[in-house]
């Protein structure tokens, strides 16, 4: 029962969310918007497991004075903060003047810009790596990457002679072998994709409930 | 002069109303819409400057307005007359009536600016401008889809499904199931042992989606396999979420996964950790774990975004063997220039079936190679028939709406 019980929820509605697809009727589709909305309670729910488990996984650490225990007294001291600040703004919380907005604007938003500003730097570090002509498909790919880069800086253009082609050729490797590898990826993990979904609502991959299924 | 004259004569001509009104619905329909159609009056783009839909219950009326401003030359709409019928009702019938609107024509002032009303609106449009007299139209919604497009892909699914099952029962009674050798799925054991020998955790990422999204599915079956080998190899896990719903089943399947291994006692809560729901928030916690905890594997089998590259960064930077898998193409490069080994596209489906070398697994792979063989045999004959002009495999792939 413990192992049937998932499998035999999880085909009735695998097979009730595909439907959706190919039965267009109104009276169906709201069956389905009523599905989406428990997923949705759900996760919504979860959020509160989420909560603890951040407490119960770093405040340990905080008391015991493990390696690094001050950034988790920041991060936990962050946590009450902010949820004090969002319930006591209420609706309120993102005008102007509001604690809650303070925190988004002058700490959430400039933190989040430098996690995705280190982006630049690592492109650049991962680049160095990856265009190392080790072998002959790195080569190529150290070619296309520099004729690309050229191709889409001013000073491409303004190189004698290469300069007029260089934008012909980059549009060339942007539309045909790298568009054309795409597609191959997109149509191989669509049906891969296709093929995991039906594993798992005919409950042949049981993976999830541990592998003696 | 010439130019007032002009203009003034512009603002007192009435509009002529559009004529020929039709309500239909559409076909292949869910019965929510209803497709309206009209003739544009001559004086479309001139005095007319564009038409409104009114909308109402009854012939007579109240209307509501449920499109204002569709600018000239438009003849065609598509009503959506109810966006939840568990609120509002699907009814019978409904009544349609399309307004000109009159070039320079003094726009309608609301009672109160901040409120609008509809049916305000559409009154004082009824009073101010010429319009269709009402036409009647019935929702009509139907069960099954039966455009071509979408019939051939219910059909696919359905051979799909049906080779799996097929497969699947050969391989139980014992044929065996070839599947090439895949390096990067063959690391991941190798992976384990290595973190294993170190005496350091391995560090499992799902992804940053919503557990909905077939790429984070398929990495909770993965995280099954691993989390039992690391079990089995009595080594640590650390798994970081990034969605708490993705946290709570990422859970179970570990715990599952330990139990399986015989060592229930291993698993510890702790190690399945949700970080936060923003995506940079939880790169800079996920890059912390890498710092401070030093796995000596790190998985990141799922969906990615900007935070791929982050994260296979801080992971090299590290010294840890690292295995990719995802099918967002737009991070496939930064993994495949930062990681040792990628899953590209459909190999992370492939992952759990390889991993767990169980017959009934492998062979449902075999049922989809068979469909990617009909994909690839429908795109070079479809590539040669329509270069011939014959579009019959084109509209076989073309799905259209979906109602």
Redesign the interface.
Known sequence: MRRTAPLVVTFVVGVIMVGEYFIPHYRYRMITAELIEWGLVLAAAAFVLGLINLVQVNLPKVIRREQDWAYKLVMLIALVCTITAGALGGKDRLGDGQIYKWIFDFLFTPLNATMFSLLAFYIASAAFRAFRARNVDAALLLGAAVVVMIARVPIGESIPVIGDYLPKIMNWIMDVPNIAARRAIFIGAALGAVATGLRVILGIERSHLGSDG | MTTLLIHLWVSLAVAAPPTGLTVEPPP?????NLDLSWELPEDDGGAVSGYAVLRATDEAGPYVLVADALPAGTHTFRDKVTT???VDP?LDTYWYRIVSLELGAAPFVPADPDTPDPEAHASWMLSSFAATAPVVGQPR?????TRLG?LH??AL?GV??GL??YY?RRAQQGEEIFIRRIPGIDAIEEGIGRATEMGRPVLYVPGID???D??T??S??????VS?TVAEYQADLIVSCC???V???AD??VK??F??AGHPDAYN??D????S?????F??GTN?IIH?EKPATNLYLGRFF?ES??L??TG?VNRSIQIAGT?E?TQ???F???CDYTL???????V??YL?R?P??VS??K??DF??IY?VVCLLLGTLLNTLGYTYLVQLFTLGE??
């Open positions: 292949h329909n869910g019965g929510l939840d019928p568990r699907l919604a139907v069960w099954i889809n979408w892909l219910m699914i799909v499904g799996m099952l699947a919503e557990l909905q077939i790429q599915i398929a909770m079956l993965i995280l099954g396999q039992e969605i708490p719903i946290r709570e089943v179970e399947v599952a996964g139990y399986q809560p702790a399945v950790r949700f970080i729901s923003e995506q940079f928030a790169t800079a912390g401070r900007a590259l982050i296979a960064e090299f099918a193409a496939l490069p930064f495949v220039a930062a590209i596209g459909e190999e992370l489906f492939a759990s079936a767990s169980d009934r697994l449902s792979l049922a989809s469909i990617k994909v979906g109602g």
